[in-house]
């Protein structure tokens, strides 16, 4: 995002209101996620106005996550929000400045558009999506782009083999959930399976 | 099952003293093709090994075989599992023919109080299986009532074990979801539109504290749909019924439930049914509180450290992909039996 005034009506965080969260500590989890997605860096060719130089994703991250994304300098003024308001301010400010749909920032984040749609009218966030819109919200704020349109293509934008920041981003944090609970078996163990055998000499 | 169901037998001394199965001769061969998980034999009794003799599970009704049907008729395997016939009487067939009781399985053909008690499972030599009298436990024209059978087996032992601290944040809405489900309340009207309960613990049930998800998912259609990604226009003066100056919901389940009632009463796809779904989902995930008075302070510290918080997704049945299946636990509410202490 580019240093400019707040949105109207929009609810700006500084770093020293970070983001309520009771959860685990959240600066080990952003380290190797972003040490998962250096390296991947966007170019501004694509980018019809002029944008700030390309630097790698790691640059325009700013650990740790539970604190807010938006620098100090672009903070106008003191806010005093709940954590409701605080958490459906930025999931709107996402919304709004990504250029990303619902549908899309519900994907980055694991859950469906309409828990996007409950988070921005103030629905309860747990913790470990506060750390994940934290997270993107870095990522877009350091965008070099002056609008949601270039943000967005940004986004998108492959670089050589690397992928885009959107699938990046997914991969990563997807990376990070471990054991999977639902179906643990994969298809190999299935499709491999027998069942009562004793097994192979 | 206590030992007063039970005979001691024969001490493990003076069993039979053989380590293989009794083999299939053509007798056994010719009927071996008509055995069906849910078959009912007339036995004496099911062997359970004490730690002194075998004792015997008396089965005055019988025995159930759990085995699946597959299996059952391959030649080449020589046992089978069978499960004593318990007759159950009152509320608790009724809870046992409902599913709510994962220990009993009807077994409808057989008799209609007549279940399969999980309590007790024993293997027995398909030999012995084959030669004794048998009736069909469930009918085997009944597709769903032989899935169903089969899946009450599996549910008794596949279920999630939700971590101990786990459980008292989940026990609040198991008790919502009991009391209203079944009765003619507009809460109990929604609850019947959900297809399933789903608990994500994202990043995993490896390492606490937890951040939970309740996944409502309900019947395709029941949300209402909408042209275009933008959520619907709420109207201000269910945004103010709905949440304070702060943002917080402030209505109940229930009053949010009713007031959807009358909603869809009226329109029921209009933006007032949209957002009254997603706030009702979202109250049902903060009824999912501990309730911590019922335990230890040591214990009490224990679960409030567990878990971080719960949010609600909302979702239609065919909008819940593998993804997100797959690194979720069904809420099998019926058997949230955390064993306390901690």
Redesign the interface.
Known sequence: MSPQAPIEGQVLLSRTHPIP????PARAWTSSIFTGLSGIAVTTALLAGPVHDAKSLAEWTRPPLTQPAISSARVARPIQA?P??TS?AIVRALHVESGL???QLGRLL??????V?????????????LELLSQLRSIIDDLPAENASQRRMLIFQTRRAEPSIFDAFLRQH?S????????PFSPDQLLSAR??EAGSE | MHRGGMTRQDSNTDAKNSDEPAPLDNTHLQVIDSFRQGDVVTIHGLPVLGSDAVWSRRTPHGAVLLTQTC?AVRPE?LTVALAPIAQLLGSTASEARDGKLLRYIHVPTASSDAFADLSVIATIDKALFAALPRIAGIDQTDDDAVRKFGRAVGRRFGR?PFPDEVVPWLRPLEVVMQSKHDKNSPEGAAMRDVVEL?VE???????P?Y???LCVIVKPGV?PTFPD???PT?PDDL?TWL?SN????RQTSGAIANRLATERSFSPSSASVY?LW??L??AW??RCTPDVRKHSSEDATKIMAAV????????DEG?FDL????????LDIDHLSPPLPL
């Open positions: 969260s009771s959860g685990p709940s409701a308001q459906a749909t619902w549908e694991g859950v469906s558009r309409r828990a749609h409950l988070w921005a009218a103030g629905g309860r966030v747990n913790s470990r999506h997807t990070e959930e471990g054991v999977v609970a639902g179906t069942y009562d | 299996d395997k999630f789903r613990a994202i990043g995993g049930w490896q390492n504290p951040a939970l998800t949300i990604d933008e959520p709420c945004t949440r702060t943002g917080n919901l957002w997603l706030a989902a979202e995930a903060a971080t918080g719960i949010d609600a997704d909302l979702i909008g993804y997100r299946y797959r690194r979720s636990e069904q």
